[in-house]
């Protein structure tokens, strides 16, 4: 199961808490200065203190896009009921796991900024979501959101590759050993502005027209059918 959900503090701040929302508003924690101490202290004091707590030892990490990419693209996705995981997904996300990586799941969800559905909505897709892949053993550490609407500013959407910074920071990752994953070019993007070992683009979702119509794009990315591939070349790469 999920472990905490976090998103974009542009609007954490201005976002009540509903009923039964695990959406918790940390992301930002790391940005706020201590009396007399700035911001970029906190951040490297978290990062010390996450390396404490793994024993020293960096962790790897694989960063996942969601629609497109572990579900099919539905335009919007906002009910459980329309959640489509694509098959092979729990298997595949099961043996990265089981290899050491950890999973995380960073998504846009301008429909919420757009006005088309709220972050409740947001919440039980991803919760629904979890218990699907649970039955397969999966286990997402975070799952980070951009709620924004793709004119309005934001801290994390992406090709940002802030969450991913914020991941590194809190769990002590690794992320020039880490993967990220994804159907879209802003998704490869955000792993190369963080730094990750490759980011890997899937054909399911926007995947396939992507490849299609602007393969000068990825020449940096590597093309996989779906994340059962994604699984085999990210092992047979460790």
């Not at 202290?41 to 390396?51: P, V």
């Amino acid at each position: 199961m999920v472990s905490r959900i976090a998103l974009s503090p542009s609007s954490a701040a201005s976002t009540s808490r509903g009923p039964g929302s695990n959406v918790e508003r940390r992301c930002g924690d790391l940005e706020r200065p201590a009396r007399g101490r700035p911001a970029g202290k906190i951040i490297w004091f978290s990062f010390r203190r996450a390396l404490r707590e793994t024993g020293g030892q960096m962790n790897r990490a694989v960063f996942l896009d969601r629609d497109g990419t572990i579900v099919a693209e539905k335009n919007y996705l906002h009910r459980p009921e329309d959640v489509v995981i694509f098959p092979g997904a729990g298997v595949a996300l099961k043996r990265l796991q089981d290899a050491g990586f950890k999973l995380f799941i960073v998504s846009n969800q301008s429909g919420v900024g757009r006005g088309y559905f709220t972050l409740a909505d947001v919440d039980a897709v991803n919760r629904h979501l979890c218990v699907e892949l649970a039955r397969d053993g999966v286990r997402f550490e975070k799952i980070y959101i951009a709620p924004e609407a793709p004119d309005a500013p934001s801290r994390g959407r992406k090709p940002s590759p802030q969450f991913l910074l914020d991941a590194r920071d809190e769990f002590g990752l690794d992320l020039a050993q880490s993967y990220m994953v994804g159907d879209k070019l802003i998704d490869l993007e955000c792993g190369w502005n963080a730094g990750v070992k490759l980011s890997l683009l899937v054909r399911t979702g926007y995947g396939a027209a992507l490849e299609r119509e602007s393969p000068g794009k990825l020449s940096a990315a590597r093309v996989v059918e779906d994340l059962p591939a994604m699984a085999e070349v990210i092992l047979s790469s460790c």
